[in-house]
């Protein structure tokens, strides 16, 4: 099989700590190579050196005969989205030299050749439609398909699926498939182990900017040898979280809950101490819920009732209640990138809430804010700017802003996506703890395997209804993948 690109003995340091410590990778043409790795392992700066965005300190890059990758069709689609909210679907798709007629943009043009890209993804949107009011499922398709527009020799995704519904994810594997058949090249970014055993040909693992694995067949490794790969020694077993559900009042209940286009008479609580669940196959509704819970959606119909101070009127309003609200689009509701952690984190208890008083002092946020960090084992201290943290640590700072206020219902929206396994447990842990205290936590995750661990209960949407529930000894990824196909489950 014909190399596409060889990189061997990259090295690549920030600020003193080597990112990348003589790394050698090898792609080849119609295959997908995944690369995986914790959290700071050293895979994003891998991509950015790959994709000509950055220079290695040593090694070498080569594309076929020729050095370097900034020449070439490379097409890079990263977790954190590169488009343009305020345009529609059609200019995201064209943003840079678009097709013209007589100096015009030549719209038609444009719709046929995004038509079948589209199609081949899935994707039925409109192309005059504002980018901004889609899904962030879509947002995400409509990057992917950005990229295959460009026809790329090598195409880069960074956790491509990290924002996907199961129907969507297998959509894509159809794509890869479609497009390794044509000879391209795949390098798979995720942390989804089962996804890149079932997608990958082969798989490079990184730990600490070093390879760990090189570019080891699919069938010779299973995902606990990936993760000892990863970790650097076998994880201790997951333990299911003990029940803390306490008797009272839910802090959370919906009663015949009705949003125009969006829910009809969806009915469920949450008691304190009970981690719950909410699923659905994109657009079932399941998210519309949680924009209830936190006042960001206009309810026509029913009773809403969080905290027993009725329904949230907006997200400030929720926040004043005892609601935090975990997004998962952490970069653009979540956190700012451009100020430190003791600010973020103090951005709810000390100035939104005002617990510091009129004038907190800086020395006191400080404080609070190195506790915390320790805490969530953060990897970086009070005053580093938040936008230069990985991912997995982004995270760990909105969770931050949250533990400090002190919540009585936790909403959390794809709370782990785009972070590593050992994060992964380690924001499991968080949210087991805020239960044992007392808080009602509502849970979305397009992780089903994530929603079986954590959850007590697991309440489904279909069409904007709830449709059943998934407990027990029933609350397995394959039953509840069940169920929000058919709708089948307990009754609620």
């Known amino acids: 099989m014909t190399d596409v690109l060889v990189a061997q003995g990259l090295v690549k340091s920030y600020g003193g700590v ?47 005969a020729r050095h370097g990758a900034a020449r ?76 295959l527009l460009r026809e790329p020799e090598l195409l880069i995704l960074d956790e491509p699926t990290s924002a996907l519904p199961a129907d969507a994810v297998a959509r894509l594997e159809r794509v890869l498939r479609t497009l390794t058949a044509r000879g391209i090249a795949v390098l798979y970014v995720s ?42 020694g076998r994880p201790e077993p997951a333990v299911r979280r003990p029940q803390a559900v306490r008797e009272g009042v839910p802090p959370v209940t919906l009663a015949g809950v009705c949003v125009p286009g969006r829910l009809s008479d969806v009915t469920f609580g949450v008691r304190a101490g009970e981690v719950v669940g909410v699923a659905g196959l994109q657009g079932a509704g399941h998210l519309d819920a949680l924009e209830v819970v936190c006042g960001r959606a206009a309810v026509s119909a029913g009773r809403v009732d969080v905290a027993g101070r009725g329904r949230p009127r907006s997200l400030r309003d929720a926040v004043r209640a005892g609601v935090a609200f975990v997004p998962s689009d952490r970069k653009r509701y979540g956190l700012m990138t451009d100020r430190t952690v003791w600010e973020n984190a103090t951005a709810v208890s000390w100035l939104a809430l005002g617990r510091g008083g009129a004038v907190p002092r800086r020395a006191e946020l400080v404080r609070e804010t190195g506790e915390l960090t320790d805490r969530l084992r953060l990897r970086g201290g009070p005053y580093d700017v938040v936008g230069r943290l990985s991912g997995g640590n982004q995270q760990k700072v909105v969770f931050a802003k949250w533990l400090a206020a002190g919540p009585k219902v936790v909403v959390l929206d794809d709370p782990t996506r785009g972070v590593d396994i050992g994060v992964r447990g380690e924001m499991h842990r968080i949210v087991g703890e805020l239960a044992e205290r007392g808080a009602a936590v509502l849970l979305a995750s397009t992780d089903l395997a994530e929603l079986t661990e954590m959850c007590d209960r697991v309440v489904v949407f279909v069409r904007g209804r709830v449709a059943g529930e998934v407990s027990g000894a029933g609350l397995t990824e394959h039953g509840l993948a069940v169920a929000m196909q058919r709708g089948v489950g307990n009754s609620v």
């Not at 989804?192 to 082969?202: G, N």
């Not at 070093?210 to 067949?217: E, K, M, S, T």
């Open 18 to 64: 080597r990112a990348l410590d003589g790394v050698d990778i090898r792609l080849r043409a119609g295959e997908v190579h995944a690369l995986v790795g914790e959290n700071g392992a050293g895979k994003s700066t891998l991509v950015r050196i790959l994709a000509g965005v950055v220079g290695a300190e040593g090694g070498v890059v080569r594309w076929g």
């Open 72 to 147: 070439v069709q490379v097409a890079t689609v990263s977790q954190e989205l590169s488009l343009f909210p305020d345009l529609s679907v059609r200019e995201n798709l064209f943003p840079y030299d678009p097709p013209r007629r007589l100096g015009l943009l030549d719209r038609a043009a444009m719709d046929r050749a995004a038509r079948p890209v589209l199609a081949e993804l899935g994707l039925d949107v409109d192309p005059d439609a504002g980018l901004g009011g889609l899904p962030l499922a879509d947002q995400q398709l409509t990057e992917i398909a950005r990229a």
């Open 191 to 232: 942390h989804f182990l089962e996804e890149v055993t079932r997608i990958a040909r082969r798989v490079t693992v990184l730990r600490d900017g070093r390879v760990a694995l090189a570019g080891v067949p699919r069938a010779s490794v299973d995902v606990p040898e990936l993760v000892t790969a990863m970790l650097g």
